[in-house]
């Protein structure tokens, strides 16, 4: 893609990459879900793969509602983290499933920060751009992401009390 000329190719762009951003984070969760040794903590990752595939698909009707190219663009800002979430939470996990299920927590919360970062910069750009249906759509995704991350912090404090 070349250089964005206009904040509407902004916006695409930044929908795109979330796309993108989602299906990594999809993959990642399921593959973490499938370490953690809470209930409560699979129950929440689990719930987790749905919203985000919801948030997914906001963002396809968006793009194409918006005349976009309804395809994801790569985004490297989650290849990042998803390296990160699987090296501490599969790969070099801690042996104790409480060790490993606050790390998992914490990874998770990092990816989910990304999302937060893009949908809200989305949710600006539509406002901007007077499209005020996108922006409620989007607003309302940041609002479910802060909900999850809120979930995971108060598991997270029951986890780490159980780990230490």
């Known amino acids: 893609m070349s250089a ?10 930044e929908m795109q990459d979330l796309w993108s951003a989602n299906d990594q984070m999809v993959r990642a969760v399921q593959q973490l879900g499938g370490q953690v040794s809470d209930a409560k903590l699979k129950q929440m990752l689990d ?5 985000i595939q919801k948030h997914t698909d906001v963002l396809k009707s968006l ?5 976009g190219e309804t395809k994801p663009e790569h985004c490297k800002g989650m290849e990042g ?8 939470g599969v790969k070099e996990a801690p042996g104790d499933g409480k060790l490993r299920d606050v790390a998992i927590i914490a990874q998770y919360q990092r990816m ?16 901007a751009l ?3 249906e996108d922006a409620s759509r989007l607003k309302q995704a940041v609002d479910e ?8 912090s108060r598991l997270a404090e029951a ?6």
């Open 112 to 127: 989910s920060h990304y999302g937060l970062a893009g949908f809200g910069s989305a949710a600006a750009y539509a406002k």
């Open 63 to 67: 793009i194409q509602a918006n005349g």
């Open 130 to 132: 007077g499209r005020t």
């Open 159 to 164: 986890v780490e009390r159980a780990a230490a």
């Open 145 to 152: 992401i802060y909900k999850g991350d809120e979930a995971a």
């Open 47 to 51: 719930h987790a793969v749905g919203g």
């Open 4 to 13: 964005p000329g206009s904040l509407k190719e902004i916006y695409l762009d």
């Open 81 to 88: 983290l998803v390296a990160e979430a699987l090296k501490h």
